[in-house]
């Protein structure tokens, strides 16, 4: 019998078998925290267009503003196994040079949000977060970063990337600027009347005080006053660029060494030429269906997500989940800030 020759044979099958569940867990780094169920509660803040007079829109009008008080269920689950991403020689010339295949890890996620008082159904968003090894070639990123791929049902596809760090502290929370953006001076509106109209004393959902009108961000800082905070997860991601310097204070399990300075550059397949928030034109990885770019185009998406480990008096922890994120609308000439926050904790 001649010798078998098959390239499929045993001795030639590459298997991707599962890991245990304490692998997968190393191997996501200080995406690990997120795995499990999250609940809580948080705000909406939306600026839209509203030609439309049919209920629940009010127009004609060049745009309203949604406040919602909401509760969300955030879930996370981890990817049983190892993704290869696969490296491609440099060279024709020479085989022996390119990037090397790198392994991602993952967690899927799906995001429930519903108005607090009605249940009204307001987001639905699946996706995956992803934990990225250092690459040394295409392209040339010496740090570990995280990415979030994430679709809705409005006719939107994002990827944002991000970098990961741990601080032995609570979350420092800087204010979000509700204030629409004219892209023609890049000014502010939140003073020019006509614009400002509807911040001044809109009708406000439960809890929902009146300073969130103009920073939604004060309401994440009441939710922790009082606790004692002794870790903090960050995760900083966004569909343009940034960069990100690691603080000298983070903890022995960061991926990245402190001080290191990790370059979060916008990805350039697919992505579009926008306007920028404060002037110029970037690239976005946002992809929207023509009704959406033509009407309300999302060009933008920034967001922070702080996993806090909170002690009690009685020394005991627990895991707290916050976020701020905010995507600008584009219409009318202007960027118009839709802004979420929530505070939740693992179930």
């Known amino acids: 019998m001649s010798k078998n020759t098959d390239p499929l044979n045993a001795n030639h099958i590459n298997t991707r078998p599962g890991v245990t569940l304490q692998k997968v867990s190393d191997s996501l780094g200080l995406l690990s925290g997120l795995a499990g169920t999250w609940v809580g509660t948080g705000f909406s803040l939306v600026e839209l267009p509203d030609f439309d007079s049919t209920f629940p829109s009010t127009g004609p009008a060049p745009f309203r503003l949604k406040l919602n008080k909401t509760i969300e269920t955030l879930q996370f689950t981890p990817v049983g196994g190892t993704v290869p991403n696969r490296g491609v020689i440099t060279s024709l010339a020479d ?19 519903s108005d607090f ?60 600027d509700a204030s629409p953006i004219r892209l023609s001076d890049k000014a502010r509106l939140i003073d020019t009347p006509g614009y400002n109209t509807p911040f001044l004393n809109p009708p406000l959902p439960p809890d929902f005080k009146l300073p969130y009108v103009a920073n939604p961000n004060l309401a994440l800082q009441d939710a922790i006053l009082g606790q004692k905070i002794i870790n903090t997860v960050v995760l900083i991601i966004t569909t343009t660029s940034e960069s990100v310097s690691i603080p000298s204070s983070a903890n022995a399990t960061d991926p990245n060494p402190p001080g290191t300075v990790v370059n979060i550059a916008a990805p350039t397949g697919g992505s579009v030429s926008v306007p920028a928030p404060g002037g110029g034109t970037i690239n976005s990885s946002i992809v929207n269906i023509p009704f959406v770019v033509q009407n309300a185009n999302a060009v933008t998406l920034d967001a922070i997500f702080w996993i806090e480990t909170v002690q009690q008096p009685d020394g005991s922890t627990f895991l707290q989940l916050q976020y701020t994120q905010t995507i600008f609308l584009q219409f009318l000439g202007i960027n118009w800030p839709h802004i979420t926050v929530a505070t939740l904790v693992k179930q």
């Open 95 to 113: 085989p022996t040079k390119g990037q090397p295949d790198i392994q991602l890890n993952a967690l899927s996620y799906l995001q429930r949000i």
């Open 117 to 176: 008082v009605t249940n009204e159904p307001l987001h639905i968003e699946p996706g995956f977060w992803l934990n990225v090894p250092p690459t040394t070639v295409f392209p040339v990123q010496s740090a570990t970063t995280v990415a979030r791929l994430a679709t809705i049902p409005h006719g939107d596809a994002v990827s944002a990337l991000g970098v990961p760090f741990s601080v032995p502290s609570g979350p420092v929370i800087a204010a979000a």
